[in-house]
């Protein structure tokens, strides 16, 4: 099956800095990279997502960019804000249903 | 819309014990998943429903744990008998149909604790 491994797995960075989350899959066929945002306690919510067609795809602060040759994708959120604190998930998925998430990335906003 | 519900939000119960959890999908959603949250195993996809219909239920860890979806607006999570190591937070989702682009949206999650 699909394997997804995310990089780092905490992240700390200075209020107003930019963040870069790595993923990397197993699987060429895999086409859909959804990104999801988790708060301490609360829900996954998805935050972005790309397809393997796009190699790039922007909203606001974030940003997300596929290789689909080296398999792998990254999140950038630039400007950072303490809201931005929380855990990131990336997934992959190759039949458009099943995902396979990465374990995910504390990310700490210093004020 | 109130999103997708869960219920209960907690739950604690004894070993042996059977637990019942619950989903109502996001009116009009034919997509619907369980998927279980652990600090080990992180998110894994339990059961994914399409349709009512059972699709791929190749997660469910063991005969001990059982899905149901009766009709478009209600589905179940049973583990019977419950074990210390199910332990986790319960997340169902739904979406609007398959495929990519279709956004998954999670529910609230259950968080269940067998002692």
């Known amino acids: 099956g699909e394997n997804v491994e995310q990089h780092p797995s905490t992240l700390s960075v200075q209020e107003g800095d930019s963040a870069v989350i790595k993923c990397t899959y197993s699987d060429s066929a895999s086409n859909y990279f959804p990104w999801y945002k988790q708060e301490l306690g609360k829900r996954p919510q998805l935050i972005i997502d790309i397809r393997s067609n796009v190699g790039e795809k922007k909203d606001q602060r974030i940003a997300v960019t596929l290789n689909k040759t080296a398999k792998h994708f990254s999140l950038h959120i630039t400007e950072t804000q303490p809201e931005d604190s929380a855990v990131y998930f990336c997934a992959a998925s190759i039949n458009d249903y099943k995902l396979s998430f990465g374990a995910g990335t504390t990310v700490t906003v210093r004020a | 819309d109130a999103g997708v519900i869960q219920s209960p939000r907690h739950e604690v119960t004894e070993m042996g014990q059977e637990v019942t959890l619950r989903c109502k999908p996001i009116s009009g959603h034919n997509s619907l998943f369980w998927y279980r949250q652990t600090m080990m195993r992180g998110l894994e996809l339990l059961i994914y429903?399409?349709?009512?219909?059972?699709?791929?239920d190749s997660g469910m860890p063991e005969d001990r744990f059982s899905a149901k979806m009766p009709n478009a607006s209600f589905s179940t999570l049973k583990i019977q008998p419950s074990e210390p190591r199910d332990s986790a937070v319960y997340f169902c989702?739904?979406?609007?149909?398959?495929?990519?682009?279709?956004?998954?949206?999670f529910g609230p999650g259950t968080r269940l604790t067998v002692t």
């Open positions: 989702a739904s979406s609007l149909g398959t495929g990519g682009g279709y956004e998954q949206y």
């Open positions: 429903f399409n349709n009512n219909v059972p699709i791929d």
